[in-house]
């Protein structure tokens, strides 16, 4: 199993035993989302920024307009941290100071480059297939004109760590006796029924990509 080393700057402090450090659980926790928050700083200001990205075994890869502030930043080869996280249910305690949430969280760390040439196109299917696997080729490719358009960033993760609770709450002793309801409200995140662009030109079949999570 491939780890992430434990360091000062990716070591969960707080509940240490929640921390997990193996490559299988942090990039399932990202391969499980396709949008991230991107932390980054700018003339002494932090910014944190929501993203669409995609991921390529140890890479991460973001896009936009050529005139993104984020990514205009970001390709000059700066440290960034990405975070994605999971919320699985409520954690509904007898008390309000025991309420919590149970959760899988990913805090990610690396240097920005940006991306050019035919590495360009490979990222923007990456960054496709994140959203909707199979999507990619069922689609119109971009145009030289889109991608002129559009600027691309990798992350290349060089520390990572995740964050995880299950599990019922957990109460002080004394409090297991009190006359209130404890447990947890599951959420659960799922698909609906596709729903066709009223400007479609004729009916056409749902596609592979959308059939296959329904």
């Not at 929501?50 to 080869?77: C, E, N």
């Not at 991306?115 to 297939?129: F, G, P, R, W, Y």
């Not at 662009?197 to 596609?207: E, G, I, K, N, Q």
Request: net charge negative; hydrophobic share 35%.
């Amino acid at each position: 199993m491939e780890t992430f080393e434990k360091t000062s700057l990716n070591q969960v402090k707080r509940v240490p035993k929640r921390g997990h450090y193996d490559k299988d659980t942090v990039y399932g926790i990202l391969d499980a989302a396709c949008v991230g928050h991107v932390g980054f700083s700018m003339n002494d200001q932090p910014f944190v920024i929501p993203t669409i990205y995609g991921r390529d075994q140890d890479t991460l890869y973001f896009h936009g307009a050529t005139t993104s502030r984020m990514l205009v930043q970001l390709q000059k080869g700066m440290p960034v941290c990405m975070t994605v996280t999971h919320v699985d249910g409520l954690i509904l305690a007898r008390s309000a100071f025991h309420h919590s949430m149970n959760y899988r969280s990913a805090v990610v760390f690396g240097t920005a480059r940006l991306v050019e040439d035919t590495d360009k196109l490979h990222a923007l299917e990456v960054i496709s297939e994140q959203i909707l696997k199979g999507r990619w080729s069922e689609v119109r490719q971009p145009s030289e004109k889109e991608l002129k358009a559009t600027s691309v960033v990798a992350l290349e993760i060089e520390q990572a760590s995740a964050k995880v609770r299950t599990g019922p709450p957990v109460d002080d002793a004394e409090d297991y006796e009190l006359p209130i309801w404890a447990g947890i409200l599951p959420i659960h995140q799922a698909y609906g029924q596709p729903i066709e662009d009223p400007d479609s030109r004729r009916p056409l079949a749902v596609p592979q990509s959308v059939r296959r999570i329904l």
